[in-house]
């Protein structure tokens, strides 16, 4: 079982950048491919980005490619979701979890357990 826990959250103007990071316990963090989602209010959850276990894979959601990186260190075990050119449409809660069911570039996913999640909010 990994246990993460996401940061980097924060309140930004349009046109700005965050940087999340997803911090992950346990010794198999490296085995997983992983995942970037986001809640915003009144909606349900939505796929952001994945890379595979390496980081030679990604793959993201046509709303955020080209200003959202995803990337991970999996000897700090940590992956991170740097954001730029934010946009008011970006304001969510992200979530980062495991893929159980391997690299895959979109959903459907297999998931692990939800982590709490890092709050974005982008002010027009």
């Known amino acids: 079982q990994v246990h993460l826990v996401e940061s980097g959250g924060g309140l930004v103007q349009a046109g700005g950048s965050l940087r999340l990071s997803c911090a992950a316990s346990?010794?198999?963090?490296?085995?997983?491919?992983m995942t970037w989602y986001r809640q915003a209010p009144g909606k349900g959850r939505e796929f952001v980005a994945t890379?595979?276990?390496?980081?030679?894979?990604?793959s993201y959601a046509d709303s955020v490619k080209g200003r959202f990186t995803i990337s991970r260190d999996n000897a700090k075990n940590t992956v991170y979701l740097q954001m730029n050119s934010l946009k008011p449409e970006d304001t969510a809660v992200y979530y980062c979890?495991?893929?159980?069911?391997?690299?895959?570039?979109?959903?459907?996913?297999?998931?692990?357990?939800w982590g709490q999640g890092t709050q974005v909010t982008v002010s027009s």
């Open positions: 979890n495991t893929l159980k069911s391997g690299y895959s570039d979109r959903p459907p996913h297999i998931l692990g357990s």
């Open positions: 890379i595979s276990t390496s980081g030679d894979r990604t």
């Open positions: 346990g010794r198999t963090f490296s085995t997983y491919a």
